[in-house]
């Protein structure tokens, strides 16, 4: 089966997802640089989210370039995947409207947690269809960065309800590690670029 609708079907909702969150940004009342400032936990917020969506999707895209075909469990691990994203924009938005408050933190680390366990199932559906020659396995390798990733979010879930800062401490570190370009895949499919 070919990737292509799964490709476009992907691209589409985190393309929603994004401009959901922006719709939720509030219009300040008033013109003055003040009228921003209660404005700024929820555009942090987004920001952050923007760049986990960002992150996703261009290590989705970068998977399934490296897929050579497509099963019913693929297609079920994306739904999966393209699930827990989706709630992103409620976790945006309650953890920024709430100051990044105990609970709505924890909530929004729960997701990237769930996005996070998600991602890794749909590796390992494309492997297994892809078979023991997958390029994505030869690629994702020991994958220390999609490993730890989980267990920081859930010591972020956990420090949340004692120290608030540390969960969305946690959560930048995250995105600022994986925004560090991972070339994985691309020396998988082109070995010119090592």
């Known amino acids: 089966m070919g990737k292509g609708r799964l490709e476009a079907f992907s691209d589409g909702v ?24 209660p404005l700024l936990p ?7 989210s923007f760049i986990y969506v960002g992150i996703y999707w261009n290590n989705h895209h970068h998977l399934l370039h490296a897929t ?9 691990a994306n739904l999966n ?32 947690l769930m996005a996070a366990i998600a991602y890794f199932v749909l590796e390992q559906r494309i492997i297994a269809t892809d078979g023991a020659n997958s390029l994505v396995k030869r690629a994702v390798g020991g994958d220390w960065k999609g490993k730890l990733s989980p267990l920081f979010y859930f010591l972020a879930i956990c420090l949340s309800f004692y120290v608030e800062w540390a969960a969305l ?3 930048v ?10 070339r994985r895949i691309e020396r998988v499919l082109d070995p010119s670029r090592s």
């Open 14 to 37: 985190l393309a929603i997802i994004i401009t959901i969150m922006v719709l939720e940004l509030k219009v300040p009342h008033g013109s003055t640089i003040e009228a921003l400032t």
């Open 42 to 48: 929820s555009f942090l917020s987004y920001l952050l």
């Open 68 to 76: 050579k075909g497509v099963s019913g469990g693929v297609l079920w």
């Open 81 to 112: 995947l393209l699930f827990w994203l989706s709630l992103l924009p409620f976790a945006t938005g309650w953890m920024g409207e709430n100051h990044f408050e105990a609970l709505p933190s924890a909530a929004y680390g729960f997701v990237l």
């Open 169 to 171: 401490a946690i959560y």
């Open 173 to 182: 570190v995250v995105a600022l590690v994986w925004l560090i370009p991972d």
